[in-house]
């Protein structure tokens, strides 16, 4: 692995996950733990596309493992999608 694919790096891309949550309050719960992590700017919910998509965008170098087990305690997955759109 490298520093690309473990971690969310800096910047106006961010990166997108896709999770089993469907319910807009299990979405909510979601985007409030993951604003908790130290070095998140902002969590985006794309609600209108299945399964649904929250792209994080951060302030420093974040691991994607970390993000992952802050969303598994909520009873979810986050996985996260490829690198870059070919």
Do not use: R
């Not at 970390?66 to 490829?82: L, N, R």
């Amino acid at each position: 692995m490298n520093l690309l694919s473990e971690n969310v790096i800096p910047g106006n891309h961010g990166k997108v996950f896709e999770t089993n949550a469907i319910e807009h309050k299990d979405l909510i719960t979601i985007k409030d733990a993951i604003s908790n992590i130290v070095g998140i700017k902002d969590a985006i919910i794309n609600e209108k596309v299945f399964p649904k998509k929250i792209t994080i965008h951060t302030s420093t170098f974040v691991s994607i493992k970390e993000i992952e087990d802050v969303v598994i305690k909520t009873g979810f997955h986050a996985i996260p999608k490829s690198l870059f759109k070919l």
